[in-house]
């Protein structure tokens, strides 16, 4: 399969501070691909050097074959960026913001006029077009990001967690307008902290963590890394401390970890841990107060691969 | 076309931001308005009078002197009605009182030995002219006490008459008596009388006193005007300049600037388009500070291709000092005290050569700051400003300019690709 993306051993340091360290991966065409992993882990230093704002200390990528380092400009033409965060003109209407960033693009007159009705219908904001970017809500602003960066019908589009810190519907809307991208055969490259969204979207993740990608894969592929484990998370009545080393004693326990008073199992049967967890707590003095069961998922791999949990 | 994209999206921005309308084009008039109120009335008046012509009270104590009756009528008269509005008064109390109620702007009162101390040959004694002003008023006092001093320069002739004659008769051992120095006094006067009523003296008097005074003190107000809206005009450009560039640190910050980066667009052609726009804001707002301040002040900036090459040149070389100073700036949180603190020293710097022409006493400083202003850019704009008000070309200047203008602007680009590249 032709490749739309290929990163290929990208470095990139901050004074001591490794961002990105050795990082290699290739998208194909009208694939969604995502980096997935904690903040700080370098998905958007990756995404920055992709674009062209930071120039790699070593490493090259291609964008459909066009070096980043030595055709740029080319490399440029054929992405569409959504930044993380909202880089609009929040004195410009929907429609002027549109028509701005189309000219940089270099479309012009009627051709960027019909393509401005066609995005705003995609973002669905066609009745909002003549108000102030500055008077939309969060998940508008969102969508009119996006859809910056749809303008010119760009065979690979870049995502820089563009629903942080939006409302439910707009995120749904978001995602719904990133499958229908690939749907029309553009190659999306994905980065969120949210697991649900890999999981959702994603054809291949890469997990990242400290600067490098740490696991690669399909959902299935990678949930195949931690075995067919079960994930449970309780919460107890008294500190959770009480019961963790017992908990982890347990036969059939693969893991547990604390967080901010819940607790995270890790088992293979959880039919058969349950009723010692149960059991184990109350001869503790202690009592389950809240219990959901999680079929393996791409958390669980992130913990089973750094023992940590994503949002830490 | 980029270029074009680019400064008329941040057009669209300045017209839509309070702040930069306010600052750009509300400040600089609202300043112009202030001195027009100031100077009251400048611009108005008939026969190219510049100035409203101030209340003047005159009090003649020496009523029975010749000299002091034809200073008071001289004063009154017609002559000086397009100069002065001045009224007789007899009572040096009420006329004091008058100044001080803000009736009138000046009080002139002759002693009552006037003519007297003109005549008193050999004596040494002074002519004591009381001018009682009020000392909240600058122009029209200082019109009053030109005018009066020139008169009394006039009539300093009668003493020095007196004198020469008195030292003539001496050397052949002829006493002057006061009747003679007195006849001699009245000659005197009469012949200067005469010169005032008749054509030629009127033209004597237009020449070497009365008209002249008016002249020199018109010229040097407006001077004065000129050079302060120079200065003004200039440090709002700059300032003007600086707060546009600052959009470059917002945008940055906004993270639309990046975004740009990420287009096929050059970056020098996004920076080229950051800059036309800031050239178009300040090529506007100095056309209109040329305009008003020409409307209201009747400055003669100078000719139309100088006028046009100084606007060109000012535009440029603040704009580009305005790239140059932001492309050292991180963020805005930088940019206000180091916009405030670089733009106003550098800009006293290049002003001072115009400062020095407002302040008394201080021209004779202009050899050394005409020098050393022009390690500013404001410099070069003071100069080109000064060369085109006083007719003189402003070619080698405005090149200047032009130079400095692109070295600064290449260094701007250089430092911001830079930044954006790393």
């Given at each position: 399969?032709?490749?739309?993306?290929?990163?290929?051993?990208?470095?990139?340091?901050?004074?001591?501070i490794?961002?990105?360290?050795?990082?290699?991966?290739?998208?194909?065409?009208?694939?969604?691909?995502?980096?997935?992993?904690?903040?700080?882990?370098?998905?958007?230093?990756?995404?920055?050097?992709?674009?062209?704002?930071?120039?790699?200390?070593?490493?090259?990528?291609?964008?459909?074959?066009?070096?980043i380092?030595?055709?740029?400009?080319?490399?440029?033409?054929?992405?569409?960026?959504?930044?993380?965060?909202?880089?609009?003109?929040?004195?410009?209407?929907?429609?002027?913001n549109?028509?701005?960033?189309?000219?940089?693009?270099?479309?012009?007159?009627?051709?960027?006029?019909?393509?401005?009705?066609?995005?705003?219908?995609?973002?669905?904001?066609?009745?909002?077009?003549?108000?102030?970017?500055?008077?939309?809500s969060?998940?508008?602003?969102?969508?009119?990001?996006?859809?910056?960066?749809?303008?010119?019908?760009?065979?690979?589009?870049?995502?820089?967690?563009?629903?942080v810190?939006i409302?439910?519907?707009?995120?749904r809307h978001?995602?719904?307008?990133v499958?229908?991208?690939?749907?029309?055969?553009?190659?999306?490259?994905?980065?969120?902290?949210?697991?649900?969204?890999?999981?959702?979207?994603?054809?291949?993740?890469?997990?990242?963590?400290?600067?490098?990608?740490?696991?690669?894969?399909?959902?299935?592929?990678?949930?195949?890394?931690?075995?067919?484990?079960?994930?449970?998370?309780?919460a107890?009545n008294?500190?959770?401390?009480?019961?963790?080393?017992?908990?982890?004693?347990?036969?059939?326990?693969?893991?547990?970890?604390?967080d901010?008073?819940?607790?995270?199992?890790?088992?293979?049967?959880?039919?058969?841990?349950?009723?010692?967890?149960?059991?184990?707590?109350?001869?503790?003095?202690?009592?389950?107060?809240?219990?959901?069961?999680?079929?393996?998922?791409?958390?669980a791999?992130?913990?089973?691969?750094?023992?940590?949990?994503?949002?830490? | 076309?980029?270029?074009?994209?680019?400064?008329?999206k941040?057009?669209?921005?300045?017209?839509?931001s309070?702040?930069m309308?306010?600052?750009?084009?509300?400040?600089?008039?609202?300043?112009?308005?202030?001195?027009y109120?100031?100077?009251?009335?400048?611009?108005?008046?008939?026969?190219?009078?510049?100035?409203?012509?101030?209340?003047?009270?005159?009090?003649?104590?020496?009523?029975?002197?010749?000299?002091g009756?034809?200073?008071?009528?001289?004063l009154?008269?017609?002559?000086l009605?397009?100069?002065?509005?001045a009224?007789?008064?007899?009572?040096?109390?009420?006329?004091?009182?008058a100044v001080?109620?803000?009736e009138?702007?000046?009080?002139?009162?002759?002693?009552?030995?006037?003519t007297?101390?003109?005549?008193?040959?050999?004596?040494?004694?002074?002519?004591?002219?009381?001018?009682?002003?009020?000392?909240?008023?600058t122009?029209?006092?200082?019109?009053?006490?030109?005018i009066?001093?020139?008169?009394?320069?006039?009539?300093?002739?009668?003493?020095?008459?007196?004198?020469?004659?008195?030292?003539?008769?001496?050397?052949r051992s002829?006493?002057l008596?006061?009747?003679?120095?007195?006849?001699?006094a009245?000659q005197?006067?009469?012949?200067?009388?005469?010169?005032?009523?008749?054509?030629?003296?009127?033209?004597w008097?237009?020449?070497?006193?009365?008209?002249?005074?008016?002249?020199?003190?018109?010229?040097?107000?407006?001077?004065?005007?000129?050079?302060?809206?120079?200065?003004?005009?200039i440090?709002?450009?700059?300032?003007t300049?600086?707060?546009?560039?600052?959009?470059?640190?917002?945008?940055?910050?906004?993270?639309?600037?990046?975004?740009?980066?990420?287009?096929?667009?050059?970056?020098?052609?996004?920076?080229?388009?950051?800059?036309?726009?800031?050239?178009?804001?300040?090529l506007?707002?100095?056309?209109?500070?040329?305009?008003?301040?020409?409307?209201?002040?009747?400055?003669?900036?100078?000719?139309?291709?100088?006028?046009?090459?100084?606007?060109?040149?000012?535009?440029?070389?603040?704009?580009?000092?305005?790239?140059?100073?932001?492309?050292?700036?991180?963020?805005?949180?930088?940019?206000?005290?180091?916009?405030?603190?670089v733009?106003?020293l550098?800009?006293?710097?290049?002003?001072?050569?115009?400062?020095v022409?407002?302040?008394?006493?201080?021209?004779?400083?202009?050899?050394?700051?005409?020098?050393?202003?022009?390690?500013?850019?404001?410099?070069?704009?003071?100069?080109?400003?000064?060369?085109?008000?006083?007719g003189?070309?402003?070619?080698?200047?405005?090149?200047?300019?032009?130079?400095?203008s692109?070295?600064?602007f290449?260094?701007?680009?250089?430092?911001?690709?830079?930044?954006?590249?790393?």
């Amino acid at each position: 399969m032709e490749q739309a993306i290929q990163v290929q051993d990208l470095h990139k340091a901050f004074g001591a501070i490794r961002a990105v360290d050795g990082v290699g991966f290739s998208v194909a065409r009208s694939e969604i691909f995502s980096l997935l992993g904690p903040n700080g882990a370098g998905k958007t230093t990756i995404i920055s050097m992709l674009c062209g704002l930071l120039r790699p200390d070593s490493g090259e990528a291609f964008l459909l074959g066009n070096s980043i380092l030595r055709q740029a400009a080319q490399a440029r033409a054929v992405l569409g960026v959504v930044p993380q965060d909202i880089a609009l003109y929040m004195d410009l209407s929907a429609r002027e913001n549109l028509s701005f960033w189309g000219k940089m693009y270099n479309l012009r007159g009627k051709a960027l006029s019909r393509r401005i009705d066609e995005v705003l219908d995609i973002i669905g904001l066609a009745d909002r077009q003549k108000e102030r970017v500055g008077s939309f809500s969060g998940g508008m602003k969102r969508r009119v990001n996006i859809g910056v960066a749809l303008l010119h019908k760009p065979p690979i589009i870049i995502m820089d967690e563009p629903t942080v810190g939006i409302d439910p519907q707009s995120r749904r809307h978001i995602l719904d307008a990133v499958k229908e991208l690939r749907g029309q055969g553009m190659t999306v490259l994905y980065t969120t902290h949210y697991m649900e969204e890999a999981e959702e979207l994603s054809d291949r993740v890469a997990v990242m963590d400290k600067g490098k990608i740490i696991a690669c894969g399909t959902n299935a592929e990678l949930v195949q890394l931690v075995g067919q484990d079960t994930r449970i998370e309780l919460a107890v009545n008294v500190e959770s401390a009480r019961v963790l080393d017992a908990w982890r004693a347990a036969e059939g326990v693969r893991g547990v970890t604390a967080d901010d008073g819940h607790l995270t199992v890790l088992a293979g049967d959880s039919n058969a841990v349950l009723p010692r967890l149960f059991e184990s707590a109350a001869s503790r003095g202690a009592r389950i107060t809240s219990l959901e069961i999680r079929e393996p998922n791409l958390e669980a791999v992130f913990l089973h691969l750094t023992g940590r949990a994503l949002r830490d | 076309m980029i270029v074009l994209d680019v400064a008329w999206k941040d057009l669209m921005h300045s017209v839509r931001s309070v702040f930069m309308l306010v600052f750009a084009l509300g400040l600089p008039l609202l300043t112009a308005g202030v001195f027009y109120a100031a100077f009251g009335g400048l611009s108005s008046g008939e026969n190219g009078r510049m100035i409203a012509a101030p209340r003047v009270m005159v009090v003649n104590l020496d009523s029975a002197g010749q000299a002091g009756t034809m200073l008071a009528d001289f004063l009154i008269g017609e002559e000086l009605s397009g100069v002065l509005d001045a009224v007789r008064e007899s009572d040096p109390a009420a006329a004091r009182a008058a100044v001080d109620a803000g009736e009138a702007a000046v009080a002139v009162i002759l002693p009552e030995n006037f003519t007297a101390s003109l005549t008193a040959a050999g004596t040494g004694g002074t002519v004591a002219v009381e001018i009682y002003q009020d000392p909240a008023l600058t122009v029209g006092p200082a019109i009053v006490r030109s005018i009066v001093g020139q008169l009394l320069d006039g009539f300093a002739g009668v003493r020095v008459s007196v004198q020469a004659s008195g030292e003539a008769l001496a050397a052949r051992s002829i006493p002057l008596d006061p009747q003679t120095a007195a006849g001699i006094a009245a000659q005197y006067t009469e012949w200067v009388q005469a010169q005032m009523s008749s054509g030629d003296g009127q033209d004597w008097l237009d020449v070497q006193s009365v008209s002249g005074a008016k002249q020199e003190s018109m010229d040097t107000i407006a001077r004065m005007i000129s050079a302060i809206m120079a200065m003004m005009m200039i440090f709002y450009c700059f300032f003007t300049g600086t707060a546009a560039a600052q959009s470059i640190l917002q945008e940055q910050e906004a993270g639309t600037l990046p975004r740009m980066f990420t287009t096929p667009a050059r970056r020098s052609m996004i920076l080229a388009g950051k800059l036309l726009a800031v050239l178009v804001t300040l090529l506007l707002q100095l056309a209109i500070l040329l305009a008003v301040s020409g409307w209201a002040f009747r400055i003669h900036w100078g000719n139309p291709v100088s006028v046009v090459l100084g606007v060109v040149g000012t535009g440029a070389l603040s704009a580009s000092f305005a790239i140059f100073v932001t492309s050292f700036l991180k963020d805005t949180k930088q940019a206000g005290m180091v916009y405030g603190v670089v733009v106003n020293l550098v800009g006293w710097v290049g002003i001072s050569r115009l400062f020095v022409l407002i302040i008394p006493g201080l021209d004779k400083y202009a050899s050394y700051t005409d020098i050393v202003s022009l390690i500013s850019p404001q410099g070069w704009a003071a100069q080109i400003w000064q060369e085109s008000m006083a007719g003189n070309p402003v070619w080698i200047t405005v090149t200047g300019m032009l130079v400095l203008s692109l070295v600064l602007f290449g260094i701007g680009v250089f430092k911001f690709n830079r930044r954006f590249s790393e």
